[in-house]
Every structure is written in structure tokens, then in C-alpha cells.
């Protein structure tokens, strides 16, 4: 093999090792993840993805690195956002607390399948029509005009897709005890209504998705780099889930700290063929929004209806 492909190889077999290990863990587990055991497996992934950065760092050079890095920490942040609509839907379709580890780790392993897609699409196209750029950006520029307004974030009970699951697949009547997606039922083969739940989470993280991959093309072009960031930040969505229920009171401020970055990236795109912005400065900008966004959230918190 070519030194090219040795770094996909690796990358993805250890990601394939962690996730089939974590399944594992899972599996045995039949009660909820603790926020305990939550934030470990959230400092545990922060800690192998930088890892990694300083890999890229060390390898090709410190603007690889820094494109991971921002790669990694635009993606991360605007996950965010997803992890509330999934909290939303979770609630929505009732899904039991010890059941939802799992069913975002199939959420996960699919949507890297479709980020994995959809960037590597991105990325042959910005190469091929570099005035998708400008496109790109003034897509962002409107999501985070409709982030401010509230519109960004509402999601249907039910989407197409899941009405169309419903006519098309055999649905069980009643949900079973334990997880499963399959489940025979009167002499038939049937899926479960997490099934359908699974069904929503991938068609909304795919639309997050439309917001997302062009935000992390406007911190680099490198395919591998745009891949590992993007597959790095999604992996500690399952555990940064658990932490965030517990927080999400408390960080008033995040939605106005994404629409921001989102505007910062946009306009980054849009002016990027006449004016360059080094990525260190992008990076800087990024990270300085989230940190101000979480200290006020802390320190100033909004006042409580009176």
C-alpha cells in the first residue's frame, strides 16, 4: 500500500477497535451512563483526538495541525446543537434512559458513514468549482441568521422518512424490554420502534450535516484532515450527550455562541477568495466565542421568569 492509504487504514481500524470495544462495554451495561462515566469517556476522547492533532502536527507540519484542530472544534461545537434536537426526540418518542447509549452509538457508526460521503463529495466539488465556496458561505450565514430566530432547531415529531419506514416496514406492536432493533413477532421479523427512533436521528443528523460540512471546508480542504476531525468530533457526541443533559440548563448562551461561529465561518468563506485568513486566527476566533459563551453562561446566567 501506498504511504497515502496507510494513514486511512490505521485511522479506521483503531476507530473500528474503540467502537467494537465500547459496544462491548454497552452491552453488559443495563442501567444508564453515569455523568460520571460519562465525562470520563468525554476527556478520554478529547484526549486521543489531540493525540492525533499532534501526529499531524509532528508529520505534515503546524498548519496541518491547526486545520484538524479547527476541524475538530467547529464540528464539536456545532454537535452541540444536534445533541439537543436528540434530547428532544428521545423524550418525543420515550426512549428509556438505559437504551439511549446504544442507540447513539448506531446513530454514530451511520453517521460516519454519511459525513464520510458527504465530505469527501465536498471536497471533490470546492476542488472542481471553487465558487461553491461563496455558495457555502452564505448557506452558513442564513442558518445562523435562522439560529438567532429560533427557526434552525425545530424539528418534525416525525419526518418523511419515518412515515415512509412506517408504510413500508413491518412495525412491532409493542416495544420490547430489552434493546433491539429486529424483533420476531408472531412468526415475523419485525423492527422495533427504536428502529424508528434510529431512522430520525440519522435523517436529522444529515440535515444538521448540510450546515456542518461546509463550516469544516472553510477550515481546510485536505481530505484526510477534514475526515479524522470530523469522525473525532462525532465519536464523543454518545458520552458529551450524557454530560449535556445534565448541563443544559446551564449553558444559556450556546446557541448565540453557534450562530456566531457560523457567521464567522460564513463570512470567512465568502471573502476567502480575495482576503485569506490564516487558520490560527480562525481558530482563535472560534474558540474565544465558546469559552466567552460558557463563562457567561456560568457567571451571568439569564434571569428566570418571575
Known amino acids: 500500500m501506498s504511504p497515502g492509504v496507510l494513514p486511512w487504514v490505521g485511522f479506521n481500524a483503531v476507530v473500528l477497535v474503540v467502537l467494537a470495544l465500547d459496544l462491548g462495554l454497552a ?27 499532534a501526529a499531524l502536527w509532528v508529520t505534515r507540519g503546524a498548519e496541518a495541525g491547526l486545520q484538524f484542530l479547527g476541524g475538530y472544534l467547529v464540528e464539536y461545537a456545532l454537535s452541540v446543537d444536534n445533541l439537543f434536537v436528540f434530547m428532544v426526540l428521545f423524550d418525543a418518542f420515550r426512549v428509556r434512559p438505559e437504551h439511549r447509549h ?74 420490547p424490554d430489552r434493546f433491539t ?49 470530523n469522525v473525532c468530533a462525532i465519536l464523543g457526541l454518545r458520552s458529551l450527550f450524557f454530560v449535556l443533559e445534565a448541563l443544559i440548563g ?23 477568495p480575495w482576503v485569506a485568513i490564516p487558520i490560527w486566527l480562525s481558530l482563535a476566533v472560534v474558540a474565544t466565542v465558546f469559552a466567552v459563551a460558557v463563562l457567561v453562561s456560568l457567571v451571568r446566567p439569564p434571569p428566570g421568569p418571575s
Not at 451495561?29 to 483526538?49: G, Q
Not at 434510529?198 to 469544516?216: C, G, H, N, Q, R
Not at 456566531?260 to 465568502?270: D, E, I, Y
Open 250 to 272: 446551564h449553558l444559556a448562551y450556546i446557541r448565540q455562541a453557534l450562530a456566531t461561529v457560523l457567521a464567522f465561518v460564513g463570512a470567512k468563506m465568502v471573502v476567502e
Open 181 to 229: 432493533l429486529l424483533v420476531r413477532e408472531d412468526g415475523r421479523l419485525r423492527v422495533t420502534p427504536l428502529f424508528l427512533v434510529l431512522v430520525m436521528v440519522e435523517t436529522t443528523d444529515l440535515l444538521f450535516a448540510f450546515d456542518s460540512i461546509p463550516a469544516v471546508l472553510g477550515m481546510s480542504r485536505d481530505p484526510f484532515i477534514l475526515y479524522t476531525s
Open 27 to 53: 452491552g453488559r451495561r443495563d442501567r444508564p451512563l453515569t455523568r460520571a462515566e460519562a465525562a470520563r469517556w468525554v476527556l478520554l476522547w478529547v484526549a486521543l483526538s489531540l493525540l492525533l492533532c
Open 102 to 175: 446504544r442507540l447513539l452509538f448506531w446513530g454514530v457508526l451511520g453517521a460516519i458513514v454519511l459525513r464520510a460521503s458527504l465530505l469527501l463529495a465536498g471536497v471533490a466539488l470546492v476542488r472542481r468549482f471553487e465558487w461553491l465556496l461563496v455558495v457555502f458561505g452564505l448557506l452558513l450565514l442564513w442558518t445562523a441568521v435562522r439560529l438567532v430566530r429560533g427557526e434552525a432547531d425545530q424539528v418534525p415529531r416525525e419526518n418523511v422518512v419515518v412515515r415512509w419506514a412506517r408504510r413500508v416496514l413491518p412495525v412491532a406492536v409493542s416495544p
